[in-house]
């Protein structure tokens, strides 16, 4: 009888240890922002979130600009931040041109990371000197991102 349960229980978490496998094979690679476009390659395992801006503007990549996240499960949610390069363009129009490429690091949480959507929100900037790639100030604004197609 001893012997039955204890085949019953390594049966069990054999069974469970598959299921999360299937369901974490099931996770998108690519996924794109709602609110801005953007697509991002996403890779998580147990403890540690990844996502990498992939469909950057010509003219950015030409600068060689990025976006890489780095996350940790901390409680029930994955906080970290975004390591940024970025062209940063002055005026309007005809007039816009890049004054400079600047480097940031940005604060980014996932609050719901699922199969089928991504919530979060991140650090956002508000007044920046462009000229000398200087942060004034910050804020905060939500974000969703879906698998995309």
Request: positive net charge; hydrophobic residues 35%.
């Amino acid at each position: 009888m001893l012997r039955n349960r204890r085949f019953q229980i390594v049966m069990l978490v054999f069974g469970l240890a598959l299921t999360a496998e299937a369901c974490s094979r099931n996770f998108p690679d690519v996924w794109q922002s709602v609110t801005t476009g953007k697509q991002y390659y996403v890779r998580k395992d147990k403890d540690h979130l990844y996502a990498q801006w992939v469909n950057l503007p010509p003219e950015a990549a030409k600068h060689g600009a990025y976006i890489h996240t780095a996350c940790t499960l901390t409680g029930s949610k994955w906080t970290g931040a975004s390591d940024i390069y970025m062209p940063c363009t002055t005026g309007e129009g005809n007039d816009e041109k890049i004054a400079n490429v600047c480097h940031l690091k940005l604060q980014i949480e996932f609050y719901s990371v699922n199969n089928d959507q991504i919530k979060g929100r991140g650090q956002t900037l508000k007044k920046f000197d462009c000229n000398a790639c200087q942060v004034i100030e910050t804020g905060w604004k939500d974000f969703e991102w879906v698998p995309a197609s």
